[in-house]
């Protein structure tokens, strides 16, 4: 006991102390869209942080009755699901081809994907719409989902080829010994080590897809039921706004979102702190 309360310092207070508040600041918008889902329109604007005198539903069911909220639902799981599949299909094997395939083309790869990174999403908008039209995938599903796989290899070859870098090279010639192919090899001995890393990145992913608004607002056809980012935000007008709508999906939108990370917690933790000290 004496020992422990030597190593106690001021400074793990003053490290709690921040810890707390920040956990707070993050916490009370989460707070206040959850009592808001379940206040009128009216109460909202009159004393917006104040808690619901009653356990007032309505906001749910004009949800669904003024929009095409179902809908909504179904292609935000569809676009997160499929893009997320392919992400850990195409992006993993990426980079072990960099990470294993050590040559000057290999590192260009490495590099120009990197760069990639550094460009911001606003300033390459237009181009992507415009190539998109080209290839005829303006409007429909498959044009978010091509840009979100794209625009993931670019992190996701960072934090894998940090993770392969510890995997040593005498497991996958043991597997190749014992007769496995370069496919199997990775597939069957190497990529389930990856586990924490590939954790991470559907958890970093599925979230910014779930969480997009502006893909497919712009990518998806007009008129027409989209994401449910999208379909929330249509509640919000120039002169009027339905608060108590826009909260209740609000909390509708989190709950998946809440889900997806408390089943891959441990493996994001796993994931950044390795990654981090391997890269």
Same mark, same amino acid.
């Given at each position: 006991?004496?020992?422990?309360?030597?190593?106690?310092?001021?400074?793990?207070?003053?490290? *709690?102390?921040?810890?707390?508040?920040?956990?707070?600041?993050? /916490?009370?918008?989460?707070?206040?869209?959850?009592?808001?889902?379940?206040?009128?329109?009216?109460? $909202?604007?009159?004393?917006?942080?104040? *808690?619901?005198?009653?356990?007032?539903?309505?906001?749910?069911?004009?949800?669904?009755?003024?929009?095409?909220?179902?809908?909504? =639902? @179904?292609?935000?799981?569809?676009?997160?699901?499929?893009?997320? %599949?392919?992400?850990?299909?195409?992006?993993?094997?990426?980079? +072990?081809? !960099?990470?294993?395939?050590?040559?000057? =083309?290999?590192?260009?790869?490495? &590099?120009?994907?990197?760069?990639?990174?550094? =460009?911001?999403?606003?300033?390459?908008?237009?181009?992507?719409?415009?190539?998109?039209?080209?290839?005829?995938?303006?409007? &429909?599903? %498959?044009?978010?989902?091509?840009?979100?796989?794209?625009?993931?290899?670019?992190?996701?070859?960072?934090? +894998?080829?940090?993770? *392969?870098?510890?995997?040593?090279?005498?497991?996958?010639?043991?597997?190749? $010994?014992?007769?496995?192919?370069?496919?199997? &090899?990775?597939?069957?001995? &190497?990529?389930? /080590? /990856?586990?924490?890393?590939?954790?991470?990145?559907?958890?970093?992913?599925?979230?910014? !897809?779930?969480?997009? +608004?502006?893909?497919?607002? @712009?990518?998806?056809?007009?008129?027409?039921?989209?994401?449910?980012?999208?379909?929330?935000?249509?509640?919000?007008?120039? +002169?009027?706004?339905?608060?108590?709508?826009?909260?209740?999906?609000? !909390?509708?939108?989190?709950?998946?979102?809440?889900?997806?990370?408390?089943?891959?917690?441990?493996?994001?933790?796993?994931?950044?702190?390795?990654?981090?000290?391997?890269?």
């Amino acid at each position: 006991m004496e020992r422990a309360k030597k190593r106690v310092k001021p400074a793990d207070f003053l490290l *709690l102390a921040v810890t707390i508040i920040l956990a707070v600041l993050f /916490l009370y918008p989460v707070f206040f869209a959850l009592i808001s889902a379940f206040k009128s329109n009216g109460d $909202i604007l009159k004393n917006p942080s104040g *808690l619901p005198t009653s356990f007032y539903i309505q906001n749910f069911k004009d949800l669904f009755q003024q929009s095409d909220f179902t809908t909504a =639902i @179904l292609h935000s799981v569809f676009l997160t699901v499929v893009s997320e %599949a392919l992400i850990v299909c195409i992006v993993p094997m990426a980079a +072990y081809g !960099i990470e294993r395939g050590k040559s000057k =083309i290999t590192s260009y790869i490495y &590099t120009y994907f990197l760069a990639g990174m550094m =460009i911001p999403f606003h300033l390459y908008m237009f181009p992507l719409f415009k190539e998109m039209k080209m290839f005829h995938i303006f409007g &429909t599903m %498959a044009g978010p989902i091509v840009c979100y796989i794209s625009g993931s290899v670019a992190f996701g070859c960072l934090l +894998y080829c940090s993770f *392969l870098k510890g995997i040593p090279l005498e497991v996958e010639e043991a597997a190749m $010994i014992d007769g496995c192919t370069p496919f199997q &090899t990775f597939w069957k001995v &190497t990529f389930p /080590l /990856l586990g924490p890393c590939t954790g991470s990145m559907i958890i970093l992913n599925g979230l910014n !897809i779930w969480n997009d +608004y502006l893909m497919p607002y @712009l990518a998806l056809p007009s008129g027409k039921a989209k994401t449910i980012t999208v379909e929330i935000a249509s509640f919000v007008g120039q +002169y009027t706004a339905r608060w108590d709508i826009v909260f209740a999906g609000t !909390i509708i939108s989190i709950v998946p979102a809440l889900a997806i990370f408390c089943a891959f917690q441990k493996y994001f933790v796993k994931g950044v702190t390795a990654g981090a000290a391997k890269g």
